[in-house]
Protein backbone atom coordinates (compact mmCIF):
# COMPACT_ATOMS: atom_id res chain seq x y z
CA UNK A 1 0.00 0.00 0.00
CA UNK A 2 1.03 3.53 -0.48
CA UNK A 3 2.49 5.48 2.14
CA UNK A 4 0.75 9.25 2.53
CA UNK A 5 3.56 11.06 4.38
CA UNK A 6 2.68 15.03 5.24
CA UNK A 7 6.26 17.53 5.60
CA UNK A 8 5.52 20.79 7.40
CA UNK A 9 8.03 23.40 7.77
CA UNK A 10 7.17 26.95 9.50
CA UNK A 11 8.27 30.49 6.96
CA UNK A 12 10.43 32.06 8.04
CA UNK A 13 10.49 30.69 11.44
CA UNK A 14 12.55 32.45 13.67
CA UNK A 15 11.30 35.92 12.36
CA UNK A 16 7.66 35.21 12.20
CA UNK A 17 7.83 33.89 15.93
CA UNK A 18 9.98 37.73 16.48
CA UNK A 19 7.13 39.39 14.63
CA UNK A 20 4.83 37.60 16.27
CA UNK A 21 5.61 38.72 19.85
CA UNK A 22 6.74 41.80 19.08
CA UNK A 23 3.56 43.14 16.75
CA UNK A 24 5.60 46.51 15.86
CA UNK A 25 7.90 44.19 13.38
CA UNK A 26 5.12 42.86 11.62
CA UNK A 27 4.68 43.05 7.97
CA UNK A 28 8.13 44.97 8.43
CA UNK A 29 11.69 43.23 6.87
CA UNK A 30 13.83 42.45 9.70
CA UNK A 31 16.36 39.55 10.27
CA UNK A 32 17.28 37.66 13.49
CA UNK A 33 20.97 37.40 14.55
CA UNK A 34 22.41 35.64 17.52
CA UNK A 35 23.65 38.42 19.15
CA UNK A 36 24.69 42.15 19.12
CA UNK A 37 28.29 40.84 18.69
CA UNK A 38 27.39 38.23 15.60
CA UNK A 39 27.19 39.82 12.06
CA UNK A 40 25.75 36.94 10.09
CA UNK A 41 21.82 36.57 9.12
CA UNK A 42 19.93 33.57 11.07
CA UNK A 43 17.03 34.12 9.22
CA UNK A 44 14.87 36.99 7.51
CA UNK A 45 10.92 37.72 6.97
CA UNK A 46 10.17 37.57 3.65
CA UNK A 47 9.21 41.06 3.72
CA UNK A 48 13.23 41.32 3.84
CA UNK A 49 13.98 37.84 1.30
CA UNK A 50 12.07 40.12 -1.12
CA UNK A 51 15.17 42.96 -1.41
CA UNK A 52 17.64 39.87 -1.78
CA UNK A 53 18.41 39.43 2.32
CA UNK A 54 19.41 35.70 2.86
CA UNK A 55 20.47 33.41 5.47
CA UNK A 56 24.16 33.51 5.94
CA UNK A 57 24.46 37.17 4.67
CA UNK A 58 26.58 39.33 6.78
CA UNK A 59 24.23 42.06 8.04
CA UNK A 60 26.24 45.10 6.06
CA UNK A 61 25.78 43.55 2.78
CA UNK A 62 22.44 42.91 3.74
CA UNK A 63 21.54 46.44 4.93
CA UNK A 64 23.16 47.30 1.24
CA UNK A 65 20.23 46.10 -0.23
CA UNK A 66 17.51 46.98 2.21
CA UNK A 67 18.55 49.64 3.92
CA UNK A 68 15.32 49.75 6.21
CA UNK A 69 15.67 46.16 7.41
CA UNK A 70 15.26 45.46 10.79
CA UNK A 71 17.53 43.79 12.87
CA UNK A 72 16.44 41.65 16.24
CA UNK A 73 18.08 39.72 18.13
CA UNK A 74 17.32 35.99 18.40
CA UNK A 75 15.33 34.64 21.44
CA UNK A 76 15.85 30.63 21.65
CA UNK A 77 13.66 29.75 24.71
CA UNK A 78 10.67 31.05 22.38
CA UNK A 79 11.91 29.48 19.79
CA UNK A 80 12.12 26.01 21.65
CA UNK A 81 8.44 27.22 23.26
CA UNK A 82 6.97 26.85 19.63
CA UNK A 83 8.29 23.86 18.28
CA UNK A 84 7.09 21.64 21.61
CA UNK A 85 3.82 22.96 20.77
CA UNK A 86 3.97 22.52 17.23
CA UNK A 87 4.65 18.66 18.43
CA UNK A 88 1.32 18.81 20.29
CA UNK A 89 -0.64 19.58 17.13
CA UNK A 90 1.22 16.90 14.92
CA UNK A 91 0.22 14.14 17.51
CA UNK A 92 -3.47 15.13 17.35
CA UNK A 93 -3.78 14.08 14.04
CA UNK A 94 -1.27 10.85 14.13
CA UNK A 95 1.11 9.18 16.70
CA UNK A 96 3.83 8.84 13.45
CA UNK A 97 5.42 12.34 14.07
CA UNK A 98 8.80 12.88 13.34
CA UNK A 99 9.78 16.18 14.56
CA UNK A 100 13.10 17.02 11.94
CA UNK A 101 14.42 20.30 12.89
CA UNK A 102 13.28 22.79 14.99
CA UNK A 103 10.61 24.14 12.59
CA UNK A 104 10.07 21.10 10.25
CA UNK A 105 8.36 17.60 10.95
CA UNK A 106 7.37 14.81 8.92
CA UNK A 107 4.00 12.83 9.64
CA UNK A 108 3.18 9.63 8.33
CA UNK A 109 -0.83 10.00 7.54
CA UNK A 110 -1.31 6.82 5.86
CA UNK A 111 -4.37 5.31 8.52
CA UNK A 112 -5.15 8.62 10.21
CA UNK A 113 -5.93 10.95 7.19
CA UNK A 114 -9.72 9.32 6.81
CA UNK A 115 -10.31 10.75 9.82
CA UNK A 116 -10.57 14.12 8.66
CA UNK A 117 -11.38 13.77 4.73
CA UNK A 118 -8.72 13.68 2.83
CA UNK A 119 -4.66 14.36 2.87
CA UNK A 120 -5.21 17.91 2.08
CA UNK A 121 -8.04 18.23 5.04
CA UNK A 122 -4.99 17.06 7.07
CA UNK A 123 -2.52 19.55 5.73
CA UNK A 124 -5.95 22.65 5.60
CA UNK A 125 -7.07 21.76 10.01
CA UNK A 126 -2.47 21.71 10.45
CA UNK A 127 -1.85 25.27 8.69
CA UNK A 128 -5.37 26.54 10.26
CA UNK A 129 -4.38 25.46 13.69
CA UNK A 130 -0.77 26.51 14.06
CA UNK A 131 -1.79 29.94 12.47
CA UNK A 132 -4.36 30.31 15.44
CA UNK A 133 -2.28 29.05 18.43
CA UNK A 134 1.01 30.22 17.41
CA UNK A 135 0.10 33.18 14.65
CA UNK A 136 2.88 32.09 12.21
CA UNK A 137 2.26 30.56 8.55
CA UNK A 138 4.12 27.56 7.63
CA UNK A 139 3.91 25.57 4.08
CA UNK A 140 2.47 21.59 3.61
CA UNK A 141 3.67 19.66 1.31
CA UNK A 142 2.17 15.64 1.14
CA UNK A 143 3.51 12.72 -0.97
CA UNK A 144 4.00 9.11 -1.07
CA UNK A 145 7.06 9.52 1.06
CA UNK A 146 9.61 11.83 2.98
CA UNK A 147 11.96 12.86 -0.01
CA UNK A 148 8.45 14.25 -2.33
CA UNK A 149 6.78 15.47 0.70
CA UNK A 150 9.70 17.80 1.52
CA UNK A 151 10.41 18.41 -2.52
CA UNK A 152 6.34 19.34 -2.40
CA UNK A 153 7.04 21.93 0.42
CA UNK A 154 10.16 23.09 -1.23
CA UNK A 155 8.45 24.15 -3.78
CA UNK A 156 5.79 26.02 -2.49
CA UNK A 157 6.95 28.61 0.00
CA UNK A 158 5.77 30.20 1.50
CA UNK A 159 2.35 29.82 3.32
CA UNK A 160 1.40 26.83 0.90
CA UNK A 161 -0.02 23.44 0.47
CA UNK A 162 0.63 20.91 -2.24
CA UNK A 163 -0.31 17.31 -2.47
CA UNK A 164 2.18 15.72 -5.07
CA UNK A 165 0.39 12.33 -5.89
CA UNK A 166 2.34 9.66 -7.08
CA UNK A 167 1.40 9.75 -10.62
CA UNK A 168 2.75 13.23 -10.93
CA UNK A 169 6.03 12.67 -9.54
CA UNK A 170 7.54 11.60 -12.67
CA UNK A 171 6.05 15.02 -14.79
CA UNK A 172 7.69 17.01 -11.52
CA UNK A 173 11.07 15.34 -11.14
CA UNK A 174 11.49 15.12 -15.02
CA UNK A 175 13.14 18.80 -15.91
CA UNK A 176 13.52 19.42 -11.84
CA UNK A 177 17.39 20.28 -11.68
CA UNK A 178 18.78 18.07 -9.44
CA UNK A 179 20.14 20.70 -6.19
CA UNK A 180 16.56 21.00 -5.69
CA UNK A 181 16.28 17.71 -4.34
CA UNK A 182 16.62 17.38 -0.10
CA UNK A 183 19.92 16.09 0.20
CA UNK A 184 21.80 16.76 -3.01
CA UNK A 185 24.06 19.25 -1.65
CA UNK A 186 26.08 21.54 -4.08
CA UNK A 187 28.89 19.10 -3.84
CA UNK A 188 26.93 16.35 -5.54
CA UNK A 189 25.05 18.38 -7.73
CA UNK A 190 28.70 19.58 -9.15
CA UNK A 191 30.21 16.00 -9.88
CA UNK A 192 26.77 15.13 -11.37
CA UNK A 193 26.88 18.10 -13.47
CA UNK A 194 30.31 16.97 -14.92
CA UNK A 195 28.81 13.57 -15.40
CA UNK A 196 25.91 15.72 -17.91
CA UNK A 197 23.57 15.43 -15.31
CA UNK A 198 21.72 18.08 -14.25
CA UNK A 199 18.17 17.25 -14.03
CA UNK A 200 16.47 14.90 -11.74
CA UNK A 201 14.98 13.07 -14.43
CA UNK A 202 18.72 12.38 -16.56
CA UNK A 203 19.57 11.20 -12.77
CA UNK A 204 16.77 8.45 -12.55
CA UNK A 205 17.67 7.14 -16.19
CA UNK A 206 21.44 6.77 -15.56
CA UNK A 207 22.45 3.41 -15.24
CA UNK A 208 22.93 2.58 -11.62
CA UNK A 209 26.50 0.51 -12.38
CA UNK A 210 27.96 4.31 -13.50
CA UNK A 211 26.54 6.02 -10.59
CA UNK A 212 28.14 3.59 -8.40
CA UNK A 213 31.52 3.18 -9.86
CA UNK A 214 31.13 7.57 -9.05
CA UNK A 215 30.10 7.72 -5.77
CA UNK A 216 29.84 3.76 -4.15
CA UNK A 217 27.07 2.99 -2.06
CA UNK A 218 25.74 6.70 -2.29
CA UNK A 219 24.90 6.26 -5.64
CA UNK A 220 22.04 3.55 -5.00
CA UNK A 221 20.36 6.16 -3.31
CA UNK A 222 21.31 9.09 -5.72
CA UNK A 223 19.43 6.74 -8.47
CA UNK A 224 16.62 6.09 -6.25
CA UNK A 225 16.17 9.89 -5.68
CA UNK A 226 16.11 10.76 -9.42
CA UNK A 227 13.21 8.29 -9.54
CA UNK A 228 11.51 9.78 -6.91
CA UNK A 229 12.00 6.87 -4.55
CA UNK A 230 12.76 6.87 -0.43
CA UNK A 231 11.75 4.20 1.49
CA UNK A 232 12.95 5.75 4.92
CA UNK A 233 10.73 5.96 7.92
CA UNK A 234 8.95 8.29 9.79
CA UNK A 235 10.88 8.03 12.92
CA UNK A 236 8.96 8.95 16.31
CA UNK A 237 12.00 9.33 18.13
CA UNK A 238 15.12 8.76 17.98
CA UNK A 239 15.52 5.85 20.27
CA UNK A 240 19.05 4.50 19.58
CA UNK A 241 20.71 7.43 18.38
CA UNK A 242 23.77 7.51 16.62
CA UNK A 243 25.24 10.10 18.05
CA UNK A 244 24.69 12.78 20.66
CA UNK A 245 26.57 16.16 19.70
CA UNK A 246 25.97 19.88 19.90
CA UNK A 247 27.09 22.20 18.02
CA UNK A 248 27.25 26.74 18.31
CA UNK A 249 27.28 29.64 16.31
CA UNK A 250 29.83 32.08 18.16
CA UNK A 251 28.27 35.35 19.14
CA UNK A 252 31.63 36.57 17.18
CA UNK A 253 34.42 34.32 15.44
CA UNK A 254 36.92 33.89 17.57
CA UNK A 255 40.67 33.13 17.71
CA UNK A 256 41.90 33.73 21.40
CA UNK A 257 42.41 29.62 22.51
CA UNK A 258 40.91 30.43 26.11
CA UNK A 259 37.85 31.69 24.73
CA UNK A 260 37.55 28.47 22.41
CA UNK A 261 38.65 26.33 25.17
CA UNK A 262 35.32 27.86 27.52
CA UNK A 263 33.15 27.02 24.71
CA UNK A 264 34.23 23.15 24.14
CA UNK A 265 33.96 22.32 27.83
CA UNK A 266 30.39 24.05 27.55
CA UNK A 267 29.89 21.96 24.49
CA UNK A 268 31.31 19.08 26.20
CA UNK A 269 29.23 19.38 29.52
CA UNK A 270 25.96 19.83 27.25
CA UNK A 271 26.78 16.28 25.56
CA UNK A 272 28.26 14.44 28.43
CA UNK A 273 25.05 15.31 30.47
CA UNK A 274 22.56 14.17 27.41
CA UNK A 275 24.48 10.82 27.64
CA UNK A 276 24.15 10.55 31.16
CA UNK A 277 20.39 11.55 31.28
CA UNK A 278 19.74 8.97 28.17
CA UNK A 279 22.20 6.14 30.08
CA UNK A 280 24.62 6.10 26.95
CA UNK A 281 28.51 5.85 26.67
CA UNK A 282 30.68 6.53 23.22
CA UNK A 283 33.72 5.61 22.08
CA UNK A 284 34.19 8.59 19.57
CA UNK A 285 34.37 11.85 19.91
CA UNK A 286 34.42 14.55 17.40
CA UNK A 287 35.58 18.26 17.51
CA UNK A 288 33.57 20.00 14.28
CA UNK A 289 34.90 23.64 13.39
CA UNK A 290 33.83 26.16 11.17
CA UNK A 291 35.65 28.95 9.64
CA UNK A 292 33.90 32.53 8.72
CA UNK A 293 34.68 31.50 5.22
CA UNK A 294 32.11 28.27 5.76
CA UNK A 295 34.22 25.93 5.55
CA UNK A 296 33.61 23.04 8.01
CA UNK A 297 35.60 20.24 8.84
CA UNK A 298 35.88 17.83 11.81
CA UNK A 299 38.57 15.74 13.48
CA UNK A 300 38.07 12.33 15.91
CA UNK A 301 39.76 10.35 18.38
CA UNK A 302 38.82 6.88 19.85
CA UNK A 303 38.48 6.59 23.52
CA UNK A 304 40.61 3.45 24.95
CA UNK A 305 36.91 3.10 27.00
CA UNK A 306 33.29 4.20 26.52
CA UNK A 307 32.83 7.25 28.46
CA UNK A 308 30.01 9.80 29.51
CA UNK A 309 32.61 11.52 31.33
CA UNK A 310 32.39 15.92 30.56
CA UNK A 311 35.82 15.72 31.97
CA UNK A 312 37.47 12.99 29.14
CA UNK A 313 35.27 14.62 26.85
CA UNK A 314 36.30 18.09 27.11
CA UNK A 315 40.41 16.80 27.70
CA UNK A 316 39.82 15.01 24.85
CA UNK A 317 38.61 17.52 21.98
CA UNK A 318 41.67 20.01 23.98
CA UNK A 319 43.69 17.49 22.61
CA UNK A 320 42.45 17.62 19.35
CA UNK A 321 42.13 21.21 19.20
CA UNK A 322 46.09 21.38 20.38
CA UNK A 323 46.84 18.57 17.12
CA UNK A 324 45.11 21.65 14.91
CA UNK A 325 46.85 24.06 13.13
CA UNK A 326 43.89 26.28 12.78
CA UNK A 327 44.30 28.96 9.35
CA UNK A 328 41.41 31.65 10.71
CA UNK A 329 39.40 32.18 13.59
CA UNK A 330 36.53 29.98 14.35
CA UNK A 331 32.67 30.81 13.58
CA UNK A 332 31.50 27.24 14.79
CA UNK A 333 32.31 25.10 17.23
CA UNK A 334 30.67 21.16 17.74
CA UNK A 335 31.64 18.48 19.76
CA UNK A 336 30.12 15.27 19.14
CA UNK A 337 29.78 11.54 20.86
CA UNK A 338 29.57 8.50 18.49
CA UNK A 339 29.78 4.87 18.75
CA UNK A 340 27.36 4.75 21.19
CA UNK A 341 26.53 2.24 23.89
CA UNK A 342 24.16 1.75 26.30
CA UNK A 343 25.59 2.53 29.69
CA UNK A 344 27.54 -0.48 30.69
CA UNK A 345 29.12 1.14 33.52
CA UNK A 346 25.39 1.29 35.40
CA UNK A 347 26.46 -2.49 35.99
CA UNK A 348 29.81 -2.00 37.20
CA UNK A 349 31.32 -3.48 39.81
CA UNK A 350 34.18 -1.68 39.91
CA UNK A 351 34.01 0.37 42.71
CA UNK A 352 35.45 3.66 41.81
CA UNK A 353 33.53 3.73 38.53
CA UNK A 354 30.32 3.32 40.72
CA UNK A 355 31.38 6.70 42.51
CA UNK A 356 32.32 8.70 39.75
CA UNK A 357 29.42 7.82 38.03
CA UNK A 358 27.15 8.67 41.33
CA UNK A 359 28.92 11.98 41.72
CA UNK A 360 28.37 12.67 37.96
CA UNK A 361 24.63 11.82 38.65
CA UNK A 362 24.44 14.23 41.42
CA UNK A 363 25.98 16.89 39.51
CA UNK A 364 23.63 16.50 37.15
CA UNK A 365 20.86 16.83 39.18
CA UNK A 366 22.21 19.73 40.98
CA UNK A 367 22.46 21.27 37.40
CA UNK A 368 19.20 20.28 36.22
CA UNK A 369 17.65 22.34 38.79
CA UNK A 370 19.42 25.68 39.59
CA UNK A 371 21.10 26.07 36.30
CA UNK A 372 24.05 25.14 33.88
CA UNK A 373 27.08 25.27 35.42
CA UNK A 374 25.76 26.10 39.08
CA UNK A 375 27.96 23.61 39.91
CA UNK A 376 31.24 22.55 37.88
CA UNK A 377 34.95 20.73 38.73
CA UNK A 378 37.30 23.18 40.87
CA UNK A 379 39.74 22.48 37.93
CA UNK A 380 38.39 24.63 35.92
CA UNK A 381 37.48 28.16 35.98
CA UNK A 382 34.38 29.16 33.91
CA UNK A 383 34.58 31.86 31.25
CA UNK A 384 30.84 33.55 31.15
CA UNK A 385 30.09 32.83 27.42
CA UNK A 386 27.19 33.65 25.53
CA UNK A 387 24.75 30.90 24.92
CA UNK A 388 24.68 31.50 20.96
CA UNK A 389 21.89 30.48 18.97
CA UNK A 390 19.33 27.22 18.95
CA UNK A 391 20.54 24.74 17.20
CA UNK A 392 18.33 24.39 14.25
CA UNK A 393 18.74 20.16 14.63
CA UNK A 394 16.89 20.93 18.42
CA UNK A 395 13.98 18.74 19.61
CA UNK A 396 11.61 19.06 22.10
CA UNK A 397 12.49 15.37 23.32
CA UNK A 398 14.80 12.73 22.83
CA UNK A 399 18.64 13.51 23.06
CA UNK A 400 18.68 16.44 21.23
CA UNK A 401 16.61 18.19 23.32
CA UNK A 402 19.01 20.65 25.68
CA UNK A 403 18.32 23.11 28.14
CA UNK A 404 17.80 26.33 26.19
CA UNK A 405 18.59 29.40 28.38
P1 LIG B 1 14.64 26.99 7.75
O1 LIG B 1 13.35 26.24 7.79
O2 LIG B 1 15.73 26.51 6.87
O3 LIG B 1 14.37 28.51 7.36
P2 LIG B 1 13.17 29.46 7.72
O4 LIG B 1 12.10 28.76 8.49
O5 LIG B 1 13.71 30.68 8.40
O6 LIG B 1 12.63 29.92 6.31
P3 LIG B 1 11.82 29.06 5.24
O7 LIG B 1 10.53 29.76 5.06
O8 LIG B 1 12.67 29.09 4.02
O9 LIG B 1 11.66 27.68 5.80
O10 LIG B 1 15.25 27.06 9.22
C1 LIG B 1 14.44 27.16 10.38
C2 LIG B 1 15.08 28.08 11.40
O11 LIG B 1 16.34 27.54 11.78
C3 LIG B 1 15.34 29.46 10.88
O12 LIG B 1 14.25 30.34 11.09
C4 LIG B 1 16.56 29.88 11.62
C5 LIG B 1 17.26 28.60 11.99
N1 LIG B 1 18.47 28.37 11.17
C6 LIG B 1 19.74 28.51 11.75
O13 LIG B 1 19.83 28.80 12.95
N2 LIG B 1 20.84 28.31 10.98
C7 LIG B 1 20.76 27.96 9.66
O14 LIG B 1 21.80 27.79 9.00
C8 LIG B 1 19.45 27.82 9.07
C9 LIG B 1 19.31 27.48 7.62
C10 LIG B 1 18.36 28.04 9.87
MG1 LIG C 1 11.34 26.94 7.82
Known amino acids: MSRIILCVDMDAFFASVEQRTRPFLKGKPIAVIVSAKRTVITTASYE ?97 NKLIAKLAVDLNKPDGLRWIKPDDVTGILEDLPVKELWGIGQKISAILRTMGIKTCGELGRTPLSILRNRFGIIGIRLKAMGLGLDDSHVTREEEEPKSIGHSMTLPRDIGDRREIHAYLLRLSEMVGRRARRHGLMGKVISLVIRYPDFETFSKQKTFREYTDDTHVIYQSVIDILNSLRLRDKIRLLGVSLSTLTRDPLQLSLFKESRRRKSLLQTMDRINDRYGDFTLIWGSYKIQEVDSGVISPAWRPSGVRCVNVK
Open 48 to 144: ARKYGVKTGMNIHEAKKVCPQLILVIGDNEKYAYTCRGLERIYLGFTPDVEVYSIDEAFLDITSSHHLFGNPEAVGIEIKREIKEKFGIFCTVGIGP
